[in-house]
T-cell receptor, first 115, second 117 residues
């Protein structure tokens, strides 16, 4: 398997523009997580899905952020409108739902810069 | 409330020495898993080691071992025989099974390890 695939790897956009980050989880994985990493706040869990259903979005910072998972092989994180404080590395991760508590596999991340 | 606490923002160790990175956690769930990830300067998140709450023995993976003290709610990572390539950020993380049946994965703030020659 190719692992978790995120696109784009880098995104530079102007304040006020819409930004869409994409994630393809590992095939067969039931969980999908979106994280944001900044120097100030570390690695924050934004939202996670199980079987394409959003389970907990309490980490989404505000209404400008939205996430969808229309099918088992694709998820998006959208920011509209974007602001400079949204600049961060956004990670997507997936994990299987087995009997135990398994590790999550991370994508390479999307580095977002809002100017 | 902070679920995972890593109190060491930075650690220094000499090559070939052992180093311990601290992690304490907070949960009332009897079923949980603890994880350590490494993030080198290139940015990817690399899974290192896992410890389940019901595991009787401390987990080991090569030069990595997890010093699990359940009563103290600590899960320290021990790296033996440090190498220059071990210089990176290290994150402790926890998954709780919970009564909802769903498992979120939350991270600590990380410890930056620098290995010197």
């Amino acid at each position: 398997d190719a692992g978790v695939i995120q696109s784009p790897r880098h995104e530079v956009t102007e304040m006020g523009q819409e930004v869409t980050l994409r994630c393809k989880p590992i095939s067969g994985h039931d969980y999908l997580f979106w994280y944001r990493q900044t120097m100030m706040r570390g690695l924050e869990l934004l939202i996670y899905f199980n079987n394409n259903v959003p389970i907990d979005d309490s980490g989404m910072p505000e209404d400008r952020f939205s996430a969808k998972m229309p099918n088992a092989s694709f998820s998006t994180l959208k920011i509209q409108p974007s602001e400079p404080r949204d600049s961060a590395v956004y990670f997507c991760a997936s994990s299987p739902r087995t009997g135990g508590l398994t590790e999550a596999f991370f994508g390479q991340g999307t580095r977002l810069t809002v100017v | 409330a902070q679920k995972i606490t890593q109190t060491q923002p930075g650690m220094f160790v000499q090559e070939k020495e052992a180093v311990t990175l601290d992690c304490t956690y907070d949960t009332s769930d009897p079923s949980y898993g603890l994880f350590w990830y490494k993030q080198p300067s290139s940015g990817e998140m690399i899974f290192l080691i896992y410890q389940g709450s019901y595991d009787q023995q401390n987990a080991t993976e090569g030069r990595y071992s997890l010093n699990f003290q359940k009563a103290r709610k600590s899960a320290n990572l021990v790296i033996s025989a440090s190498q220059l390539g071990d210089s990176a950020m290290y994150f402790c993380a926890m998954r709780e099974l919970g009564n909802t049946g769903f498992q979120k994965l939350v991270f600590g703030t990380g410890t930056r390890l620098l290995v010197s020659p």
